[in-house]
């Protein structure tokens, strides 16, 4: 059983960085996609970046593409969000997941989930 655990949520005033981290256990680092989705309240769940199991490709969404930047550390089984120039709209929780087979950004793709940890973004 593939277990997911985030950290590193906090809140931050707007133009402010935070790093988030996801812990995963259960599995080995093998073949798997890992992905950040984030939901903010009263909003559907979106994704926000994915990256390959090698790590040699990453994606993004357009809101915070140039802005937010996905990594993995295989070595530790943990995936990373580190994000910059953050904005209220970025607000939110932030969630990471995990799947087997080809990275999307569509969380009905995802089968392993965390349980979140909050962003906040304040003015």
């Known amino acids: 059983q593939v277990q997911l655990v985030e950290s590193g949520g906090g809140q931050v005033q707007a133009g402010g960085s935070l790093r988030l981290s996801c812990a995963a256990s259960?599995?080995?680092?093998?073949?798997?996609?890992m992905a950040w989705f984030r939901q903010a309240l009263g909003k559907e769940r979106e994704g926000v970046a994915a990256?390959?199991?090698?790590?040699?490709?990453?994606y993004y969404s357009d809101s915070v593409k140039g802005r937010f930047t996905i990594s993995r550390d295989n070595t530790k089984n943990t995936l990373y969000l580190q994000m910059n120039s953050l904005q209220p709209e970025d607000t939110a929780m932030y969630y990471c997941?995990?799947?087997?087979?080809?990275?999307?950004?569509?969380?009905?793709?995802?089968?392993?989930w965390g349980q979140g940890t909050q962003v906040t973004v304040s003015s």
């Open positions: 990256i390959r199991p090698n790590g040699a490709s990453t």
């Open positions: 259960g599995y080995s680092a093998g073949p798997y996609c």
């Open positions: 997941a995990a799947r087997r087979g080809a990275c999307t950004l569509d969380p009905e793709d995802f089968d392993y």
